[in-house]
């Protein structure tokens, strides 16, 4: 499978955005996906992720703030992105099936 994210940007402290992971190649089922983020001079984490029985997580500092979706029919898994901080800022990624999407930045002013 192939995944190009996009969605990302520049927004203030407060703000929102959302992210979009499509995927092509494979026809969209209940696989597992997930959205990680690495900001500079740290290591990649998970933020974010559909299980293949589509239960949803998230890791604690992004609970009741970000929200993953997946629209089978579009083939398309978002993360939308609310009361963003600074230390959110960061390039945003999709994976699937051992894939990985190319990244987003994200970039939060205070």
């Known amino acids: 499978v192939q995944l190009q994210a996009s969605g990302g940007g520049l927004v203030q402290a407060g703000g929102s955005l959302r992210l979009s992971c499509a995927a092509s190649?494979?026809?969209?089922?209940?696989?597992?996906m997930g959205w990680f983020r690495q900001a500079p001079g740290k290591e990649r984490e998970w933020v974010a992720g559909?299980?293949?029985?589509?239960?949803?997580n998230y890791v604690d500092s992004v609970k009741g703030r970000f929200t993953v979706s997946r629209d089978i029919a579009k083939n398309t898994m978002y993360l939308q992105l609310n009361s963003l901080k600074a230390e959110d800022t960061a390039t945003y990624y999709c994976?699937?099936?051992?894939?990985w999407g190319q990244g987003t930045q994200v970039t939060v002013s205070s």
């Open positions: 190649g494979r026809t969209f089922v209940d696989y597992p």
């Open positions: 559909i299980a293949a029985d589509r239960t949803i």
């Open positions: 994976r699937a099936l051992g894939s």
